[in-house]
């Protein structure tokens, strides 16, 4: 910090003497300027007087009589330029005369553009009749400053311009001369910056550094609450007026300790009640599945159960048993193993899972639910089609809550088929669910490895499908589009918790009229994972 404040107030000290000094230099330049250009006005003038004392001038024949050096300094290098109408009034034409000796250190080119500098401005200072001064440079170089000063005037005889005289300058003599000021004044710039620097340093390191330091040290010193004081409130200065609100402020940061203590606490218990709660959740949901496929296996079941009773009515009343009879108790026994086999998959079902991982074998799962949801009155008229083309099936996870993600999906697809049927008559016997199985890798082909695929289950139906706005709600707990009472909104959400629990994903895919497609990817076992027994 001390660092940086020093080279902070240095560089601000700096700046601002360079720019005062680059405006002193630019008004030093200024006022030089306008005294030279004042002085050649006054040689073009007295020059000017003799052009109109000496008749012989008007012949054009005056190169002779003025010299630059009787003028000027010897050091200084430059030359007159003369626009006259030489013979006017003796009737001969008009012609141009200027000195023909060359600017000492300057080329051909160089002379060149000069003398076409210094004839534009005598043609405008005959065109205007009005004095013209203006710098330039014959340096294409030059970006900062010109090295040239023109200056020209009229000569007017008897009220009537017969021409221009004009005058350059080199104007190095005078930026050497501003130079030599310069540096000068460079030299009290370094003075006056270190004096100012170490002044204003040390003032800063008594306001600020010093303060800052004590309270730093201070600072580190702090723990736990304490209520010292970082420096004496009754100074009065905005530091004793920093040390009470940074007082107030541990004290406040205490309290808010203590509170977030208590939330931390609070929250816990919470997030114990929300997981109890979520597994409540999960049982009403399976109940509330049961009970739906209770209903559909009701009608079923008063069948097979007619059939039984009918004959073993049949064999109370014979009292023989002939090869007949042996007919029926063959037909009564598969009736009643039927029988045996829906309620033991519907006990099965209704079981509360314990959550225990196994490895099983996902297409022997997804026979059995067919097998158990074909008898379903609200799968009667739907199509089940599959296409279980995985090579491998073999999953690693809660079989039995597997077994309720897929139920879930079926009774959805069902549902959304139903709601079809509704609307068109002729749809109803068109319902269809297609599953299908394959294994596949989300690595580049080069980098396939056999614990990295993923088993795919595709449930697909051609019912409502969800409308795109409500895509991204139909995983949320209790969203439903179902009618009131007919779906409580938890088996999409219950779901896919259960899938990422298995280390799975969940994505429903579907287009409003087109029908569903609801994806399940689950990491294939592989027998090299210590988390799989043998």
Known sequence: MKLKLTLTIISLLLISMLLINFVLLLLWKHDALQREVKYDQAILSHIHSLLLQDKQGRTGNFDHQFAFSEYYD???????????????????????????????????????????????????????????????????????????????????????????????????????????????????????????????????????????????????????????????????????????????????????????????????????TLKKQQQEMVRAEKLATVGRMAAGLAHEIGNPLSVVQGYVEMLLASKEQPENHRDFLCRSEQELHRIDTLIRQLLDFSRAAKGKPQLFSLHELLHSILTMIRTQTAFRDIALATDFAAENDQLYADKEQLRQVVVNCLLNSADAIHMVAQKDEKARKDGRIFMTTAVQCPLSQGEQKEEMQQLVLCIRDNGTGIATKNLALVFDPFFTTKEPGKGTGLGLSVSRSLVEAAGGTMELRTEIGQGSTMLLCFPLACPNKDNIPG
């Open 74 to 272: 010897a050091s200084e290098q430059g030359r007159f330029f003369f626009l006259l109408q030489a013979g006017k009034r003796a009737g001969q034409g008009e012609e141009a005369a200027s000195r023909t000796a060359r600017t000492t250190g300057m080329s051909i080119s160089e002379e060149s553009k000069i003398t076409a500098l210094l004839a534009g401005v005598a043609r405008k200072a005959q065109h205007t009749g009005k004095p013209v001064s203006r710098t330039a440079s014959v340096n294409p170089h030059t970006l900062l400053c010109n090295d040239l000063l023109l200056n020209a005037q009229p000569v007017v005889d008897q009220g009537e311009i017969i021409g221009a005289v004009a005058v350059v300058r080199s104007l190095d003599p005078l930026f050497l001369t501003l130079w030599q000021n310069e540096k000068t004044l460079l030299v009290y710039l370094v003075l006056n910056l270190l004096v100012l620097g170490v002044i204003a340093f040390f003032r800063m390191f008594n306001l600020v550094i010093r303060p800052v330091d004590h309270l730093v040290g201070l600072a580190d010193q702090y723990r736990n609450y304490d209520p010292f004081q970082f420096t004496p409130e009754n100074s009065g200065t905005e530091f004793g007026k920093l040390s009470k609100s940074l007082n107030s402020m541990l004290a406040r940061i205490e309290d808010d300790r203590q509170s977030l203590q208590q939330t931390v606490t609070a929250l816990e218990a919470a997030n114990l």
